[in-house]
């Protein structure tokens, strides 16, 4: 496979056969910052997950046409939120949710809708990237305000 086909990120609609591959990419990505905040019961976590997944809502994300991540986004009435992005650790620093982000940000924009977040305050990491591309903070939640509601406007122009 050449560099090029490496780099081809794409979305496929997600099934129920990808409920597996979608909780393991969690625990991966999310494991250590949920385990911060609340501790890490491997059972209640799965619990969970099956309770919430949804594959009518969830996209596969594709690297070179492998399975690379998930995003899930709602459409709602007034507002896009992105409800969950999260990629391999492989594939985590090299640009692919940036691209992602910024292409439902176009979606609002055209949709004069803002997208909304919620990221956990310890994952510092995400909370930058998503300052980076436009998003500011609207209101902190849960015990102890442990999340993070950040906001991108439309009308505060393209980032």
Not at 50 to 67: L, N, S, W
Not at 112 to 128: E, F, G, K, P, T
Request: aromatic share 6%; hydrophobic share 40%.
């Amino acid at each position: 496979m050449t560099g090029e086909e490496r780099s081809v990120i794409g979305l496929r609609p997600a099934t129920t056969a990808d409920s597996e591959f979608c909780y393991r990419l969690h625990r991966a990505a999310m494991r250590d910052h949920v385990a911060a905040v609340w501790g890490w019961d491997e059972a209640e976590q799965r619990g969970f997950h099956e309770r919430q997944f949804d594959p009518t809502r969830t996209m596969i994300v594709t690297v070179g046409g492998r399975d690379a991540g998930a995003l899930t986004v709602e459409y709602r009435p007034t507002e896009i939120y992105l409800a969950r992005i999260e990629l391999a650790l492989k594939h985590q620093g090299r640009g692919i949710g940036t691209r992602l982000i910024r292409q439902l940000l176009a979606e609002g924009a055209a949709r004069r809708q803002s997208v909304l977040l919620d990221v956990l305050a310890i994952n510092h990491r995400a909370y930058a990237l998503y300052e980076r591309l436009g998003f500011r903070v609207v209101a902190r939640h849960g015990d102890n305000d442990v999340k993070i509601r950040m906001c991108a406007d439309p009308a505060d122009g393209p980032s």
